[in-house]
């Protein structure tokens, strides 16, 4: 309990170092950082869905939708000015997603284990086989993308990296102290015991899908959200991002990090993509094995992620 | 006194297998009734049905003059009707504390459905989580994952669980089995003295007719699906049919408790 | 507008490639519980051996016709080195875990498979494509089929019908099917459930690996091949309901042809229409087209 506590002050913390040692770092690392904040939003909403019980191989469809909403709201809808906006854009695509999330919402609530991972799945692969034949959208070779101001204030050249880094920072900050916060409300203390047991759920009165559509919703959000801010950073979209193997990529983070605490889906999503670019240079043909061997050593060895390590940590001391 | 539930013709089908059969029965409010009878003999699937898991083949179910036939458990658990389970249903990963800040947490998240308890709010849960645990003799476990506690506790904390959206009737299905013969009138005891002070119309299934003699008003006995004998513990325990069907087995189930 | 006929013939050479990959999946989905994502990385090693192997027999100028045996060679070897491994090697430490943790598991077991395969043969594309022409062509309706893609069809019915005889025949079949109903009661009864699974698997890898070994010959063989199929195999067993062989033989059926009708009339929306097919029939049908009931809880 008090190390759970510590949760929120740890967070805002965390925050101001991240936002001033921002700063001083290269650009290089400052875009890994926007990357691994992007996908750790995708992630958190995993946490959220796997507490749930639930595990979806489909969070790229709502990751990718996020992305491509913002692009096709300025190059198809009539509004440039806004959504060249780093703040709308990511805005723009989490309420896009969470759109879709409350209509497929209706359907996915029904479902669980293995049903529910490979509906999600299905939805995904749908968006991509859209995506990858639809000239408007760009086929296969997807969008470019860019933004030239946050929240109206006109970006000069030198500031435009710092600005989207900052706002991702601040964006996960947020993310993580709502959900935390969320996690202790009535209806975020159910997640867990829908998990447990739906029917003592359903025997005290609460509705079961009420709670796993509430919270698919919220996942659908934050990976719109991550979408649109990895796409801001990358500066291209393409159907990929919908494709199965991304979504495998977020499961495979969130099981790394584990579901202890909202900062562990961050913390897996900064070393998955730092460990990833470093491999990209020096093993690129023994990266995804490295990535195999380790998934199997936490699944084995550390059921509940490498939170667990920093649990026991607090527990000893 | 007046009846707080009433079942009219309840019938029950899983294909061919007669689980109910024209069961007719009111229960009236305040009262504590014992459901006997052997495995099979459609205890639970009578307790199933009030509470909504089933839907009858055919019949009624009226409580306080309400249709209540078509509703599911989230509605009949918020109009005043709640239950323990023979096998305890609880949340396994979270400790006995955390299961009761979840049941009430739903009361209040749910308040302006639930019949009752509107007096509850989000400052207090916890101190009344901290006095269920200590009405039902639970405090030492209150850290504990309940995924370990022991069957016995875990009984417990399910009609903890059931007593904590404040019914107006309880159905405890089996609270003692489990639990060794010497500490079932402990137990029992506990339980009866916790559930009254919430005023609560009681139906419970139990398999030791001691006990059923002792605690209740009123017995149903059932067999074949059918309620062979309604009545006063006196004369429902003396009828020939459920000495021959009912009773008749008890030695067997004693012996298999001590086995345990 | 495109003639019918080879909508259906182009559906039924899909179908059958489909169903041979499918039925591995189904088969140890069925016995095992474990829905095994690395079951596309093992086809495509299959087709890799195979190329290998068809590469090695026409450099050295051996018999044209001999080529035949090398994909069916290659699936036999495949399945029985990389079957025993992976099983006595990593999934019998995995029993009893969630089944979504064991689908974690065949999806680390993916990610190894496929770098795995790009040590090997590195990230060039690899052709075996000789066999394919090699008994010339027939014409149905005035167009010309390869002889190869009837043998196709051939080999996926001769797998239906022999896993069907086998497992409603064979001892064997028997006691699998015995694990396939209760896999706790089977093994009171004294079967060797580890011995099943260790057959079953292996089984299913021959299955996975001889579709990767029978498409070589027509497609180039690339890293990225494991990885699309295993998709489309997900569609068609989940259409057909996971764990059952007939549902296998239809959805295989019902993805090769919306997939070839797509391809002929409408080419944009493959992709889209066979997940649109998935997707509705989880929604209409959860548990596939072929599913059995479940029984009460409390």
């Known amino acids: 309990m008090t190390a759970a506590d510590r949760t929120l002050p740890a967070l805002s913390l965390a925050l101001q170092v991240f936002l001033i040692g921002g700063w001083f770092l290269p650009d290089w690392a400052q875009s890994l950082l926007i990357l691994a904040f992007g996908k750790g939003l995708v992630v958190l909403g995993l946490l959220l869905l796997i507490r749930t019980g639930l595990v979806s191989f489909g969070q790229g469809l709502y990751y990718c939708l996020g992305a491509y909403a913002a692009v096709s709201a300025s190059k198809i809808l009539a509004f440039p000015d806004l959504m060249s906006d780093a703040l709308a854009m990511p805005l723009f695509g989490g309420v896009v997603a969470g759109v879709l999330g409350l209509v497929l919402g209706f359907l996915l609530a029904r479902y669980r284990a293995i049903f529910f991972a490979m509906l999600s799945l299905a939805f995904s692969m749908i968006l991509y086989g859209l995506l990858i034949k639809m000239s408007v959208l760009g086929s296969s070779d997807g969008f470019n993308i860019d933004y030239r101001t946050l929240a109206g204030i006109k970006l000069p050249d030198g500031m435009k990296l710092y600005a989207l880094y900052a706002l991702s920072t601040l964006l996960v900050f947020i993310a993580t102290a709502c959900l935390h916060r969320y996690l202790r409300s009535h209806l975020g203390r159910l997640a867990p015991a829908v998990r447990d047991n739906e029917l003592r759920v359903e025997y005290m009165g609460s509705s079961v899908r009420y709670v796993v559509h509430v919270n698919y919703i919220i996942a659908a959000v934050l990976a719109g959200v991550g979408g649109g801010l990895v796409a801001l950073s990358i500066g291209h979209i393409d159907p990929d991002l919908a494709y199965w193997t991304t979504s495998g990529e977020f499961v495979f983070v969130a099981v790394l990090g584990g579901t202890g605490n909202v900062a562990a889906p961050v913390l897996a999503s900064l070393l998955f993509e730092w460990i990833k670019s470093a491999a990209y240079q020096y093993a690129p043909y023994t990266w995804q094995m490295v990535l195999g061997i380790t998934l199997l050593l936490v699944i084995m060895f550390l059921p509940a992620g490498l939170w667990s390590i920093f649990q026991r940590r607090a527990r000893e001391a | ?260 | 507008m495109t003639d019918l006929v080879p909508v259906l013939i182009d559906g039924i050479i899909y179908a059958s490639y489909l169903f041979i990959i499918a039925v591995g999946l189904t088969l140890i989905y069925g016995v095992m519980k474990i829905l095994n994502m690395a079951h596309g990385s093992l086809y495509a090693l299959g087709a890799y051996v195979t190329a290998t192997l068809v590469g090695a027999w026409f450099s050295h100028g051996l018999n044209p016709y001999g080529s035949f045996a090398l994909p069916l060679l290659a699936a036999i070897l495949v399945g029985l080195v990389a079957g025993p491994i992976i099983e006595r090697g990593l999934l019998r430490f995995m029993y009893g875990n969630d089944e979504i943790v064991l689908i974690l598991v065949t999806y680390a077991l993916l990610l190894i498979l496929e770098d795995l395969i790009k040590l090997v043969w590195g990230v060039e594309s690899y052709s075996a494509y000789q066999p394919y022409g090699l008994l010339g062509t027939f014409e149905v309706a005035g167009l010309p089929y390869t002889k190869y893609d009837a043998i196709l069809v051939g080999v996926a019915v001769s797998v239906g019908v022999a896993l069907t005889w086998g497992l409603a025949r064979t001892r064997q079949g028997k006691l699998l099917l015995a694990v396939i109903h209760d896999r706790e009661v089977s093994a009171a009864m004294g079967i060797n459930v580890q011995r099943v699974y260790l057959v079953t698997f292996t089984i299913g890898t021959i299955l996975a690996a001889l579709a990767g070994a029978l498409i070589a010959p027509k497609v180039s063989v690339v890293p990225a091949m494991g990885v699309e199929v295993i998709v489309l195999a997900f569609a068609v067993v989940v259409i057909g309901g996971l764990g059952s062989l007939p549902g296998a033989a239809l959805g295989a059926l019902i993805v090769g042809l919306v997939g070839s009708a797509a391809v002929h009339y409408l080419p944009q929306v493959e992709l889209f229409s066979i997940y649109l097919v998935m997707a509705l029939v989880l929604i209409f049908r959860p548990k596939g087209l072929f599913s059995a009931a479940e029984a009460r809880k409390i």
Do not use: W
């Open chain 2, 1 to 260: 006194m007046t009846a707080i539930l009433h079942a009219q013709g309840l019938n029950k089908r899983f294909g061919a297998v007669i689980a109910a059969s024209d069961i007719d029965v009111s229960i009236e409010d305040g009262s504590i009734v014992g459901l006997i009878g052997g495995n099979g003999a459609g205890k639970t699937t009578f307790i199933n049905m009030v509470t909504g898991y089933l839907k009858p083949s055919s019949g009624t179910i009226r409580y306080c003059g309400r249709d209540i036939t078509r509703l599911g458990p989230r509605q009949i658990t918020q109009l005043g009707i709640c239950r323990s389970f023979q096998i305890p249903q609880l949340f396994d990963s979270l400790t006995s504390r955390e299961n009761l800040l979840v049941a009430l947490g739903i009361v209040v998240l749910e308040a302006k459905n639930f019949a009752s308890s509107a007096s509850l709010r989000t400052e207090n849960i916890e101190a009344v989580a901290d006095e269920t645990l200590a009405r039902f003799n639970l405090t030492k476990y209150r850290n504990t994952r309940v995924g370990v506690l022991p069957e016995g506790v875990r009984k417990l904390l399910d009609i903890a669980m059931a007593m904590v959206v404040k019914p107006r009737i309880v159905f405890l299905d089996e609270p003692t089995s489990g639990v060794s013969a010497d500490q079932k009138f402990v137990i029992m005891d506990m339980v009866m003295e916790a559930l009254r002070a919430q005023s609560v119309t009681i139906l419970f299934v139990e398999h030791d007719m001691d006990i059923v003699s002792r605690y209740t008003h009123r017995i149903l006995a059932f067999y074949e699906g059918r309620i062979i004998a309604d009545g006063r513990p006196e004369a429902v325990l003396n009828d020939n049919s459920v000495r021959k069907y009912v009773v008749g087995d008890q030695p067997v189930q004693g012996a298999a408790h001590v086995a345990n």
